[in-house]
Structure formats: structure tokens, C-alpha cells
């Protein structure tokens, strides 16, 4: 029903911030990403909605991004996820680092988001795999079965997200997985 507000942002409050558009202030629950993102108050801000009917309430939901609206729509599709929980989700992480996790299959990093636990991270896992990546436009990391294991011993080994894919681009797309996982120690050595 409302799919775009622009106006004046007259209050910021996490999670929450009001747009006023000519006189009507607009309540809106943005995920952290874009709060951050804001413009001062008393500026103008645009922001795309998905507006939430429910029996004790009418909330309108604002991102700052297309693939962040349409992330959090497929997050609400899902079976025991609701609004807040999507916009956790959206909050503790970035659209691309849910696609990553999505492509990789990391529970891990779901779980680490608060008010997410392993089965959940499971189900989002499932539901979500294939969803994300076509549809949003943002590009995942490319990677087989073997990457995805040296990533993995990467992160065992308590490298960050960030070392373990860097060590990860320079490898050949055919590396196996033992020959990998030396290479990328190398090149997170240096």
C-alpha cells in the first residue's frame, strides 16, 4: 500500500525514525544498516516501505535499498519469522554477507545475529537457498564444494569473514581442498 515515503527526517530513534512528508510524520522501523545510513535530522530522506497490517497494529518498514526491502520480504515468507526478527536479521548483518551465508550454507553466522538460534538459522538456511541471489541483485561469491570447505577450516581456524574470502579470490577455481587450504594460510601469512 505505501511502497515509498520521501520527506523531512524529523526524528531518529533506533530502531525507529519519523519522515515527516508535508505534515504527517510517518513512524518507520528501519534495520540498523540503513539507520546508519541516515542523513542528520532535518534533512530530507527517502527510503523505501513495506507496510505490516496485523490485528493490533499497522507498521511500516523502511530500507534504504531495494534488495534490503525485498530480502527482509523473503525473511517474512518464512514460516516462524515475522517482521522484528527479519529486521534483526537485516540489522546483524548485510544483504550480501545473508546471501554469502545463504550460498555457503553457514549457520554460523546466522546464529551469531541476536534472537536467532541454530534451528532457526537451519530453517532460514533452506527456505532461503536459490531466493536471494537472482532476485536481489547483489552478487554472491562464486564458489564449489571445495571453497566452501576451505572457508570453512578458514573460520574454524578463527580467521575473520573478511581474511577468509580475501585469502579466498587469488585460488584457482579447480583447487582441492587440502592444496587450498595451504595456499590461502600462505597468503593470510604474508
Not at 545473508?98 to 554460523?108: D, H, R, S
Request: contains cysteine; aromatic residues 4%; glycine residues 12%.
Amino acid at each position: 500500500m505505501i511502497g515509498k515515503l520521501t520527506g523531512i527526517l524529523s526524528d531518529k530513534n533506533p530502531p525507529q525514525v519519523v519522515i515527516d512528508c508535508g505534515g504527517v510524520g510517518y513512524e518507520v522501523h528501519v534495520p540498523m544498516s540503513t539507520f546508519y545510513n541516515l542523513p542528520a535530522g532535518g534533512e530530507k530522506v527517502s527510503l523505501l516501505t513495506h507496510f505490516v497490517v496485523r490485528e493490533d497494529a499497522q507498521i511500516l518498514y523502511g530500507f534504504g535499498s531495494a534488495p534490503e526491502r525485498e530480502a527482509f520480504r523473503e525473511l517474512i515468507k518464512i514460516s516462524g519469522v515475522g517482521p522484528r526478527t527479519a529486521l534483526a536479521v537485516l540489522s546483524g548483518m548485510g544483504v550480501s554477507d545473508l546471501v554469502q551465508a545463504i550460498a555457503l550454507q553457514e549457520a554460523g553466522r546466522l546464529i551469531k545475529v541476536p534472537g536467532i538460534g541454530k534451528k532457526t538459522a537451519e530453517r532460514l538456511l533452506l527456505e532461503l537457498k536459490g531466493k536471494l541471489a537472482p532476485d536481489i541483485g547483489v552478487s554472491a561469491v562464486a564458489v564449489n564444494d571445495a571453497q566452501a570447505d576451505i572457508l570453512q577450516a578458514l573460520l574454524a581456524l578463527g580467521y575473520s569473514d573478511k581474511e577468509a574470502a580475501l585469502a579466498l579470490k587469488p585460488l584457482p577455481a579447480d583447487v582441492g581442498v587440502s592444496e587450498g587450504i595451504k595456499l590461502a594460510l600462505r597468503a593470510l601469512a604474508k
